[in-house]
């Protein structure tokens, strides 16, 4: 199985400052068609998880423009260019290269 | 608007049985591979199974593997997960999700771009 690894596991962010994490995959998520297999998820408190990136930097459908996602081979990035207060949660990234799709260990976002 | 919506879920004794359902509204069920994840209370999210869009191909993650079995029922918009051997480790929200159709890439290999509120299974004598 895929193993993802996330950093930091808990992130202190001011609003309106920059913040970011890390995701580390065991072993490439390239495909032969030429995409990374990569998504980024939020948990919001008390709700269920919603999709914000997938294909490792393609935004979903009504995510804000201030989020956005890079990275290639086995190590990639989420960016909040600019933190809300409605950002907080725990952020998880998920491998879609193969089955079983391993996640993150998950990377709780609150305020400072 | 897309909607998922679990049941099923409940109190069960170690080695009891749960069927799990997630309705689906919104959106041509039939069109689209869809897959059941699990988070135990306090930790995070966790594969469980999916199943392709017409029910013929499915997989298990090795926790489940000859326990559960996930299906489908395209004519009443319902995906199912029959929980057998239940254990005190499968104690859980249990969330289904639809896999996004994304062009150009393979109909399994999409986003989970729609989440059910997800439904509660416990575990306990």
């Known amino acids: 199985d895929i193993v993802m690894t996330q950093s930091p596991l808990s992130l202190p962010v001011t609003p309106g400052e920059p913040a970011s994490i890390s995701c580390r995959s065991s072993?490439?998520?390239?495909?032969?068609?030429?995409?990374?297999?990569l998504d980024w998820y939020l948990q919001k408190p008390g709700q269920s998880p919603q999709l914000l990136i997938y294909?490792?930097?393609d935004r979903a459908s009504g995510v804000p423009d201030r989020f956005s996602g890079s990275g290639s081979g086995t190590d990639f990035t989420l960016t909040i260019s600019r933190v809300e207060a409605e950002d907080v949660g725990v952020y998880y990234c998920?491998?879609?290269?193969?089955?079983?799709?391993?996640f993150g260990q998950g990377t709780k976002v609150e305020i400072k | 608007e897309v909607q998922l919506v679990e049941s099923g879920g409940g109190l069960v004794q170690p080695g009891g049985s749960l069927r799990l359902s997630c309705v689906a509204s919104?959106?041509?069920?039939?069109?689209?591979?869809m897959q059941w994840v699990r988070q135990a209370p306090g930790k995070g999210l966790v594969w469980v199974s999916r199943?392709?869009?017409?029910?013929?191909?499915?997989k298990y993650a090795d926790a489940v593997k000859g326990r559960f079995t996930i299906s489908r029922d395209n004519a009443k918009n319902t995906l199912y997960l029959q929980m057998n051997s239940l254990r005190a480790e499968d104690t859980a929200v249990y969330y289904c999700?639809?896999?996004?159709?994304?062009?150009?890439?393979?109909?399994?290999?999409?986003?989970?771009?729609?989440w059910g509120q997800g439904t509660l299974v416990t575990v306990s004598s």
């Open positions: 999700a639809r896999i996004g159709i994304v062009a150009g890439i393979s109909a399994a290999g999409g986003p989970f771009d729609y």
């Open positions: 919104g959106f041509t069920f039939s069109n689209h591979w």
């Open positions: 199943v392709s869009s017409d029910g013929g191909n499915t």
């Open positions: 072993q490439s998520l390239l495909y032969s068609d030429g995409h990374h297999y």
């Open positions: 294909l490792a930097s």
């Open positions: 998920m491998q879609a290269l193969q089955a079983p799709r391993t």
